[in-house]
């Protein structure tokens, strides 16, 4: 099984920050393997652990069945 990999924003690969439209409110990104898509992975949900952003849902640019995970704060 493939992990889960998380990074702050900035951090992470300029190509995957790129999907984002927020404009600079963004804390953290992820991607998500093709067998956790649709599954509940209860600490990167809004409001949670992960902290108090809204987690938005991108296809993965090159990687079928991966998502891309972003949180951000406004």
């Not at 690969?13 to 990104?29: T, V």
């Amino acid at each position: 099984m493939e992990p889960i990999e998380v990074w702050k924003f900035q951090d992470a690969p300029e190509e995957l920050r790129n999907l984002s439209d927020h404009g600079g409110d963004e804390d953290w990104l992820a991607i998500i393997p093709p067998q956790m898509n649709n599954k509940c992975i209860s600490w990167m949900q809004e409001g949670t652990y992960f902290g108090l952003c809204h987690v938005y849902y991108y296809d993965h640019p090159y990687k079928e069945g991966h998502e891309v995970v972003i949180g951000a704060h406004a």
